[in-house]
């Protein structure tokens, strides 16, 4: 199946800064990517749609402001955690849908600590 | 997309097979069924999919009952590495945005 794959696979970051998180589908294209946010023993959360070559589209609750999404290509798609707070500790997971359309292959997700 | 209900949590001896239960009654005719999966601390994997008829691939089976109000996601001969949360979502296309519900913590035991 098609991989996607994400950079870097933990980071710890001091409140205040930015961490930009990248997620690229490595054998195809796709012209959209998802991100998801997970806290501890609870569910994955859509927190956006990343679109080729367009703003993305925001779940309701989501800072546009504060979660930057860029994707430049159809192989990546960035998202920046600015100005981090502790609570936006999480595991963020990316996504992107298949050729066929029927599938959506996740990457392996992001461990972000804010201290 | 359609809601889905699944248990909380389910336990199934090693070798034996797992049989995953989901209602979503209120399915529309145009929506599919998919089952992902997610081990510890990893990005859910894509399990099967099917929209009325019942579905077999390498990993699993899926039986969708007649009326499609509910299926069951079948892991033959589980292992200790089928222990994961599993999740059933019902959408037009998985190409879209999902909707993840509690899903189901499968442990397999030895």
């Known amino acids: 199946g098609a991989v996607v794959s994400q950079h870097p696979s933990w980071v710890i970051c001091k409140s205040g800064t930015s961490v930009k998180i990248e997620c690229r589908s490595l054998?195809?294209?796709?012209?959209?990517m998802f991100w998801y946010r997970q806290f501890p023993k609870q569910s994955l959360m859509l927190m956006a749609t990343s679109n080729e070559g367009s703003k993305a589209t925001y779940e309701q609750g989501v800072e546009k402001d504060k979660f930057l999404i860029n994707h430049a290509s159809l192989t990546l798609s960035t998202l920046t955690v600015t100005s981090a707070h502790p609570e936006d500790s999480s595991f963020y997971i990316c996504s992107a849908g298949g050729l066929s359309n029927y599938e959506q292959y996740f990457g392996p997700g992001t461990r972000l600590t804010v201290t | 997309d359609a809601k889905t209900t699944q248990p909380t949590s389910m336990d199934c001896a090693e070798g034996r097979a797992a049989n995953l239960p989901c209602n979503h009654s209120?399915?529309?005719?145009?929506?599919?069924v998919y089952w992902y999966r997610q081990i510890h601390s990893q990005g859910p994997q894509y399990i099967i999919h099917?929209?009325?008829n019942n579905e077999t691939n390498e990993m699993a089976s899926l039986i969708i009952t007649e009326d499609r109000k509910s299926s069951t996601l079948i892991l033959p001969h589980a292992t200790l590495r089928d222990t994961a949360v599993y999740y059933c979502?019902?959408?037009?296309?998985?190409?879209?945005?999902?909707?993840f519900g509690e899903g189901t913590q499968l442990t397999v035991n030895p």
């Open positions: 209120t399915i529309s005719g145009n929506e599919y």
């Open positions: 979502i019902v959408t037009k296309t998985s190409g879209s945005r999902l909707t």
């Open positions: 099917g929209l009325k």
């Open positions: 054998d195809f294209q796709a012209t959209t």
